[in-house]
């Protein structure tokens, strides 16, 4: 298995994860170890924006491993980044118990204040650690199972699938608003007190989730560079180029573009289920069509079919949403879309693709 | 037991398709043998491109029998399973994976196991490699082993396509104008690979090019309005007044 993951590494891949083990030990330590007095220290509130960034990355991880090497473009990634969010986010409400502001000991508030009676069945079991883990993988997973074998088998693709995906995530969006699918509606869920019996809050706590999300960006970057660099990954990359070819030459197309949806949405699940506890609430406004277009511009920036583009265009462009949006809001949302057109017409292989064919070596993409 | 049927490699039997009222196939008919050489001549909108679609499994008849082997019905199954008993196609305009290397293309062509899981945890065997060499030198493109695929010339990659095939290693070949584009040199050694292959495998070869259906020297068949309008050797059917009218030209 160890060696499945690390077969054919190259220098990108060896420097990314390295830098992930880096910052995985340097950022808690100065967090923690350095006095707040140094120059050297970093504030918690930077520990948990940037645990949030890495999140992302994860996701565009996730996405670039669809749309990079099996071209299918998913505008609804977001979902299942939120439904991993909320299943982390129910583990987390249950930990609250009777601390919550109607002091109920298994009824979350929201449910008090609904005047509900007993505990939906939706709900069981979420209060064990391991059952919400499992659920945060599983139930994208399930979803993308369904959905992908109904939409690969009926042969949707291009354009079409991107526009079912963005119906599916809305579909979502206004389903998770309603009060009584029992996810807190549209207020979802937050004011979040422990995991895994630990303070949320806690600066210990801020620095081991941030640890925790460079740990799983680099193990989800090494399961879909082991995906993408083996004979599977080339049957990925000639679905991509050319899909009625590779069914004339035998392989069931379907199959393969089911296995790498539902390997993807477990991932950004999972990207859901660091995010939620980093930023203390989830609600439906993560399942809104817009994120997951956002997670494709990050993409497309860093470099679309490179996976270590993918992570670093979502760092750098949430780094530029966080900036700007700060110094000046109205104009993000122009800020981002000149910056989809800019990439697309001036660096069509994103960042990461531009530095490969600019220092001689081939971007990742283009080999097999 | 009709002989026919139980001696061909490819049964087609009072087959229609018809595209929005638009009959591209009517009862066509029409017998391949085992390890034959066929060319199969005729105007724009014939029928010819229809009944490789149809073969292959990316269209499905209106009506008629599609045998493959003597006795596996072809009309009820899709694209990978057709592939997978042992029919390769060359398209028209070649498709090659144009991100992947020459010899990474013949290794995906190549024979063997084609399950996603079989895919994600093999391994490349020496065998393979050597199958793709050998294939690199029957389609003489040894030395851009390595090349992008979508760097190659078009005569190259068709070229390549034809390998692609060989590599599946097919018992029935169906090849949609091979020599379009290629010079005059690249179709006389493209019309000599075709007639070495066969034997081996049955090859059909759709062509519009009468001096490269000639340099075939097998059986011909003229498609017209999606059915047989005449059948026999190329001298024979030259002859025939209606492939002239429709076809060949005063």
């Keep these: ?368 | 037991m009709n002989p026919d049927l139980t001696d061909s490699i490819l049964y087609l039997d009072a087959v229609s398709v018809s595209f929005d009222g638009f009959r591209a196939l009517n009862e066509l008919s029409l017998v391949v043998g085992r390890g034959e050489l066929r060319a199969i001549i005729g105007p724009n909108g014939a029928g010819k491109t229809t009944m490789m679609d149809v073969v292959t499994g990316k269209t499905r008849p209106d009506k008629g029998t599609v045998v493959f082997d003597g006795s596996t019905d072809l009309t009820a199954m899709d694209e990978a399973a057709i592939a997978a008993l042992g029919i390769g196609r060359k398209f028209q305009k070649p498709t090659v994976f144009d991100g992947q290397t020459v010899e990474d293309n013949l290794l995906l062509a190549l024979e063997g196991p084609r399950s996603a899981f079989s895919s994600l945890f093999g391994w490349r065997s020496r065998v393979a490699v050597d199958q793709v060499l050998d294939v690199l030198a029957i389609v003489r493109l040894g030395d851009l082993r390595a090349k992008r695929a979508g760097s190659l010339s078009h005569g190259q990659k068709q070229w390549l396509e034809i390998g692609m095939l060989l590599a599946q290693n097919p018992k029935l070949l169906l090849v949609d104008e091979p020599v379009a584009g290629m010079t005059d040199a690249e179709t006389e050694e493209t019309a000599r690979l075709l007639t070495s292959i066969a034997g081996d495998h049955a090859v059909v070869v759709v062509e519009h090019d009468m001096s490269f259906v000639r340099a075939l020297n097998c059986k011909v068949t003229c498609l017209h309005e999606g059915s047989v309008l005449a059948e026999g050797s190329i001298d024979l059917v030259s002859a025939n007044d209606r492939v002239i009218d429709v076809y060949l030209g005063r």
């Design chain 1, 1 to 368: 298995m160890i060696a499945f993951l690390f077969r054919r590494f190259d220098k990108t891949a060896t420097g990314f994860i390295t830098a992930l083990a880096l910052i995985a030990v340097l950022v808690p330590v100065f967090n923690l170890m350095v006095p707040e007095t140094s120059a050297f220290h970093i504030p918690n509130y930077l520990v948990a924006l940037w645990g949030k960034y890495l999140s992302y990355a994860l996701l565009a991880v996730a996405l670039d491993l669809v749309w990079g090497y099996c071209g299918i473009l998913s505008l609804g990634h977001g979902a299942f980044f939120a439904l991993g969010g909320y299943a982390m986010g129910m583990y987390l409400m249950r930990q609250i118990g009777a601390r919550g502001v109607y002091a109920d000991p298994v009824l979350p508030d929201f449910m008090v204040f609904l005047n509900w009676k007993e505990l939906p069945y939706t709900w069981y079991f979420f209060d064990h650690f391991a059952y919400a883990a499992l659920m945060v993988v599983l139930v994208p997973s399930l979803l993308a199972l369904v959905f992908g074998w109904f939409a690969f088998r009926s042969r949707v693709t291009g354009v079409y699938l991107s526009i079912i995906t963005q119906s599916l995530t809305y579909a979502l969006l206004l389903a998770f608003f309603r009060n009584d699918m029992g996810f807190g509606g549209n207020n979802g869920l937050t004011d979040f007190k422990d995991i895994v019996g630990v303070s949320i809050q806690s600066p210990s706590t801020r620095a081991a989730l941030f640890a925790l999300s460079a740990v799983f960006l680099a193990l989800g970057f090494l399961v879909a560079r082991a995906l993408v660099t083996s004979r599977f990954g080339q049957v990925l990359a000639a679905i991509r180029d050319a899909e009625s070819r590779t069914r004339f030459l035998g392989y069931r197309v379907e199959h393969y573009k089911l296995l790498v949806f539902v390997v993807s949405a477990a991932m950004a699940g999972i990207a859901g289920a660091l995010y939620v506890p980093q930023v203390g609430i989830i609600n439906p406004s993560e399942f809104a069509p817009a994120n997951s277009i956002e997670a494709v511009i990050w993409v497309a920036v860093g470099g679309r079919g490179t996976l270590v583009g993918a992570a670093i265009g979502a760092v750098l462009v949430n780094f530029a949403k966080t900036w700007l949006t700060g110094t000046l809001p109205e104009f993000w949302l122009y800020g981002l879309g000149a910056l989809f057109i800019l990439v697309t017409l001036f660096l069509p292989k994103g960042i990461v693709g531009a530095l490969a064919a600019r220092f001689g070596r081939r971007g990742e993409g283009d080999t097999a």
